[in-house]
């Protein structure tokens, strides 16, 4: 660790840093600079290269200067950690948090003599750093208008992202092109340079803040963008000193499989705070919810109803049946015979009062009894509002009748909410936050869909179990584009998986959806399978319908033994948009489960089982691609084959267009 010294480059620097940092083992550094006029910067190197260039740092104010220029360096203040925390759920067990950190304490040399710190924690995989208001009297009611924070690449690199303020909840396919092209997108955006170093950057611990989402400009240079409270409002983000801001995040890994074992996000994050949870418990569960998706049933309330009493005893004895531990359950109560989805016909849902054909005690006692229980659900339809003059009545509710979860929603039209603020603002993550709170309070998970982005908040607040937060496969049954295509998978573990684990509803296998001729799952059947371990989540849905499931009763038995919490996790190849292979070892098991899949071509990958228990013999069970299986002309053609293998083996799979393999390595 370095300070006040330059960190070397491959680049002459015109000013000299006032202050610099590296990683534990020299990989990453980061230079500070104040400018002539005081104006702070930074700069990022990664083994030696520049990887971002001179950056600026700052905000401008509501009614106030803006705390941009004019600063010099008070204090420098270095501190290093290296500990080992363990996740009490999580897609690894055990993670490192091993880092060095640089305090910076800056104030204007001038007028109010403002104080603003900059914080910055520099591993070996990454850097991430904010912004603290200290306590003082020139600034304690601050109202930002933009923080002008700034990453500018050092070239134009490839992005992956999906649009920002686009109005559907971050539900988007992804799109490619050089940065200077993205405009206004989401986080997280996952750049390759050059020279094939893989950059993903976002944000970590967004709490009573806005979120971020970034601009891409000439040159590769990025802005940080936050949303504004309203469109009738410039102020972003209200807070009064002392305050922080969420880590502003850079992953960095020489190759993109090693992104998904990043876990700088989490690190930056506080630990538990919620004390004992050992009430949380991943699960696999079942529920009405395909069903309505293919008309089959609805939400509403009448003769096709799907949240009846009836229906429900069938998924409960299903659940039973097969061990699944919950049941969703998604229009049991009152409120989804209007346009709920339009501004203002959220208002109508009630969160505590049943539909009369959904006999919510009996089926509490009837799940019991199976051991099973009843997931929740509380579509909101972005009333915020309504939903929080209920909390107290919804979460009792959820108690009382024995929902360890609760699926929440928060689907709307357009790009703000029905009371005129933006989805994804300051009151809408403190909202979150809220719901989050008095689910703990209850001893309940949550599962939230439509929903802020994920920032690592579950290391704080474990029972946040799962989000959707990006175009999931409810999009196969409805969606006028067809469903989600082929490469849609192979991109969002290098993406939108990298802020945490996604409700992405897998196992479908009925993929040309007779109901819907327009619209066809895009994978073959084995790659639905495949996404119960590529597609990280602690609750995993079997999507389809009992009667899908019960047509393949030997595909359906990789639904039943793959694990949801996980002891390790060890990426086995992939390129973005491509292809992927994971292997996860199961938490409390010597067994190990791998999943891997293609885009639309055909592929054929070998695994080395190199990461295997030395001295163990394995039998592994592989649900592969059929022959002549094809995502759009024979999705639901698989094969399964046994052998044994151990250490070192290795295993050949050929993947089909649009397919995929899963394969259980149960120990001997």
């Known amino acids: 660790m370095v300070l006040i010294a330059s960190w070397i480059s491959t680049s002459a620097i015109a000013q000299t840093p006032v202050a610099s940092l590296s990683s534990p083992a020299n990989?990453?550094?980061?230079?500070?600079?104040?400018?002539?006029?005081?104006?702070?910067?930074?700069?990022?190197?990664?083994?030696?290269?520049?990887l971002v260039m001179n950056s600026r740092l700052g905000f401008e104010l509501k009614n106030q200067p803006a705390l941009s220029g004019g600063f010099k360096l008070v204090s420098a203040k270095t501190s290093k950690l290296d500990q080992t925390w363990e996740q009490p759920w999580g897609e690894e067990q055990f993670i490192r948090n091993h880092y060095n950190q640089l305090h910076?304490?800056?104030?204007e040399t001038s007028g109010s003599q403002r104080k603003l710190d900059v914080v910055f924690r520099v591993y070996d995989d990454g850097i991430g750093f904010r912004y603290e208001f200290p306590q003082q009297s020139t600034l304690s009611s601050i109202e930002i208008v933009r923080e002008l924070t700034e990453f500018n690449m050092a070239a134009d690199y490839t992005a992956w992202w999906t649009p920002g303020q686009a109005g559907n909840q971050y539900e988007y396919l992804y799109q490619q092109s050089p940065v200077s092209k993205m405009g206004l997108v989401h986080t997280p955006v996952t750049m390759k340079t050059t020279d094939g170093t893989f950059i993903a950057l976002h944000e970590a611990a967004l709490h009573n803040y806005s979120t971020m989402n970034v601009t891409g400009a000439a040159g590769g240079k990025i802005s940080a963008t936050l949303v504004p409270i309203s469109k009738n409002m410039p102020t972003a983000v209200k807070i009064q000193a002392p305050a922080v801001?969420?880590?502003?995040?850079?992953?960095?890994?020489?190759?993109?499989?090693?992104?998904?074992?990043?876990?700088?996000t989490l690190n930056l994050n506080e630990p538990n705070k919620l004390g004992d949870v050992s009430w949380i418990k991943p699960a696999k569960y079942v529920g009405i919810w395909w069903e309505l998706h293919l008309e089959k049933t609805s939400w509403k309330s009448g003769p096709t109803h799907g949240a009846t009493t009836a229906n429900t005893k069938k998924y409960i004895d299903f659940a039973a049946k097969h061990g699944f531990a919950g049941v969703l359950v998604e229009g049991w109560n009152k409120g989804w015979d209007g346009e709920w989805w339009l501004p203002g016909g959220g208002n109508a849902f009630n969160f505590y009062t049943p539909t009369p054909d959904f006999d919510v005690e009996e089926l509490s006692r009837y799940a019991k009894q199976k051991g099973v229980y009843i997931i929740g659900h509380h579509e909101t339809g972005a009333a915020i509002e309504n939903y929080e003059s209920q909390l107290d009545d919804a979460f009792d509710f959820l108690q009382r009748y024995g929902m360890k979860a609760v699926k929440t929603g928060y689907v709307e039209t357009g790009e703000e909410l029905v009371n005129g603020l933006y989805h994804h603002g300051q009151f809408y993550v403190n909202h979150a936050q809220r719901v989050i709170d008095i689910a703990a309070q209850h001893k309940i998970a949550v599962v939230a869909h439509e929903t802020v982005k994920d920032t690592g908040e579950r290391r704080t607040y474990p029972n946040i179990i799962s989000r959707e937060v990006a175009r999931g496969q409810e999009y196969d049954a409805w969606s006028a584009d067809g469903g989600n295509p082929p490469n849609h998978t192979a991109i969002i573990p290098f993406t939108r998986m990298l802020s945490g684990p996604m409700d992405f509803t897998p196992g479908a296998f009925e993929l040309t959806l007779p109901s819907r001729p327009k619209n066809q799952v895009n994978t073959t059947l084995a790659k639905q399978l495949a996404l119960y371990v590529v597609i990280y989540s602690p609750v995993q849905m079997a999507s389809d319908l009992p009667e899908h499931y019960e047509q393949h009763p030997d595909a359906f038995q990789f639904i039943k033994d793959v694990a949801v919490d996980w002891q390790?996790?060890?990426p086995l190849g992939?390129?973005?948009g491509e292809y992927v292979a994971i292997a996860r070892k199961a938490r409390a098991s010597?067994?190990?489960?791998?999943?891997?899949?293609?885009?639309?071509?055909?592929r054929n990958l070998t695994l080395k089982l190199d990461f295997l228990d030395a001295g163990k013999k394995y039998t592994a069970r592989i649900y592969q691609d059929g022959k002549n299986a094809h995502y759009a002309k024979n999705p639901g053609s698989y094969e399964i084959r046994e052998l044994d293998v151990a250490h070192g083996d290795e295993v050949s799979l050929q993947l089909a267009p649009g397919g995929g393999a899963a394969i259980s390595l149960i120990a001997k």
Request: hydrophobic share 35%; no cysteine.
């Open 27 to 50: 990989t990453v550094g980061v230079n500070i600079y104040l400018s002539p006029a005081g104006e702070p910067s930074y700069k990022i190197f990664y083994k030696g290269k520049d």
């Open 104 to 107: 910076l304490a800056l104030r």
């Open 245 to 264: 801001t969420p880590w502003r995040t850079l992953q960095i890994e020489d190759s993109a499989a090693d992104l998904i074992t990043n876990y700088l």
């Open 568 to 570: 390790t996790t060890k």
């Open 574 to 576: 992939g390129e973005i």
């Open 590 to 602: 010597d067994n190990w489960f791998i999943g891997a899949l293609t885009n639309e071509k055909a």
